[in-house]
């Protein structure tokens, strides 16, 4: 829901123009959701090949990610110098910085 906030936000159409509400955002997390359960449900009533075709479409979202954090990192739309950016170097992103976030984030990942 937040990706999809950020990208109506971002819209060239919708330059100086009020954000959308917490309330859109609520109602864009539930339909979220509601397509992730009809997922699953068809995941487990219906065949092999849709399950193949959900992990195609995972597939192709984990590489859309990437592609654009690259671009979003070689462009660097913001002006950021090298000591302003959150990660200086991609080994940044996997070292653990602090034991009690690996902790809460694997928790969040088991859920």
Known sequence: A???QYLINSAPSRVGQAPI?????????????AVVALVAVMGINFSTT???GVV?????A???YGVLWATFRQVNPLDLTSDEWAFAEAS???KVHSGV???YQSSIAIL
Do not use: E, H, K, R
């Open 2 to 4: 937040q990706t999809i």
């Open 101 to 103: 976030g690996m902790l």
């Open 50 to 52: 849709f399950n193949i």
């Open 56 to 60: 195609i479409m995972q597939t192709g």
């Open 62 to 64: 984990i590489i859309m």
């Open 21 to 33: 509400s917490a309330g859109a955002v609520c109602g864009i997390a539930i339909a979220c959701a």
């Open 92 to 94: 940044d992103v996997w």
